[in-house]
């Protein structure tokens, strides 16, 4: 057996193993607590595990755990929809009343309506427990993912502060400036030095100015137009105030590289307007580019990419973000809104 294969499967096979096992060791707890009465043997256990009763409320348990696992935790509670999370539970609570006051034989000495179920029982015990673990299970491990996606997301981001393949591009360009020995060589080197040094000081901080992130995106734009077509139109305005407001480093570039990156063919109508205002605490960032026919190497990895960058946005900015992509057949089109500190 291809070893790529058997690895996912052997894992499969020892998750439902090991969830065989508790629950086996779950269900049992009641024959443990079952009292010696005269007359009355405890039997074995799997005698006591097969009782029509005990099998039926087996099943509500695991039925009401996988149900909250997988679906009421994480797409009701997790996402604050207390009011739907609310009827969940009154729904399982239902679930067990109506199953357990159905089995129960007929005493003479129950009160009104059998409500007698809801007094200690080895049934509420168990479905107690099984309710906290299934919430806490299932709290535990999306908090687990979400710190495995954020330290993802981040290794990304790291390992991709500056595209190569703009790097390659503009050293080429600085050498063709210095080779006609061109007045724009010595500020292309200046612009370039500039972002690597942004790049190297502050890509490890949670949060850096605003300005030297603009300034990094201008310097980004200027060398990018030094190579580029002159029939290519390129529009950059930035509006607004960049002093003592602070971002989260390497959220915006990636939009701007995509333009750059889908937008340009020297034989087609390449259009890209780059506008960003500032207004009191909010950014509002819109990249449109007109969609033309690009060759890429797929061996050139090009930054961070839109999706990783999203990721990113809902890693950093929950809740103080808007972002819409318009993704036409001519056009493509981001627009994004930041709250910012």
Known sequence: MDKTLSSPVLKKILAVCTHAVLWLALLSLPYFFKPDLPGHPRGTLLDDILLPPRIA?????????????????????LRKRFVLFGASIVFNIGLFVLLNY????????????????????????????TYILSFTTSVYNQWQSAIQEKMQTEIS???????????????????????????????AVIKLSGMMRYAI????RN?????????????????????IP?????????????????I????????????????????????????????NRELHMTV????????HNDDIKTGLGINKTVGRLKILYPGRHDLKIHDADDTFMVSLKLNLT
């Open 288 to 295: 449109t580019n007109n969609k033309v026919y690009v060759q």
């Open 102 to 129: 159905s089995m129960m034989p007929p005493r003479i000495d129950l009160p009104p309506m059998g409500l007698v179920i809801l007094g200690p029982s080895h049934n509420l015990f168990l479905f107690i427990i």
């Open 201 to 204: 000081s502050e890509s490890d």
């Open 57 to 77: 409320n087996g099943l509500l348990l695991i039925f009401v755990f996988y149900l909250n696992y997988f679906l009421v935790i994480p797409h009701l509670y």
């Open 230 to 246: 002159a029939k290519v139109k390129l529009q950059h305005n930035i509006i607004g105030s960049r002093d003592s407001l602070c």
């Open 248 to 279: 989260a480093p390497f959220v915006l570039i990636p939009f701007i590289e995509n333009a750059f990156k889908h937008g340009i063919n020297a034989e087609e109508d390449s259009d890209i307007r780059i506008n960003i205002q500032i207004d």
């Open 207 to 227: 949060i850096v100015s605003l300005k030297k992130e603009l300034d990094y995106i201008d310097n980004y734009i200027a060398l990018q137009s030094m190579r």
């Open 157 to 187: 981001f790291l390992k991709a502060q500056i595209n190569p393949h703009f790097l390659f591009n503009t050293l080429n360009t600085i050498y063709s400036l210095t080779i006609t020995q061109s007045e724009e060589a010595p500020d």
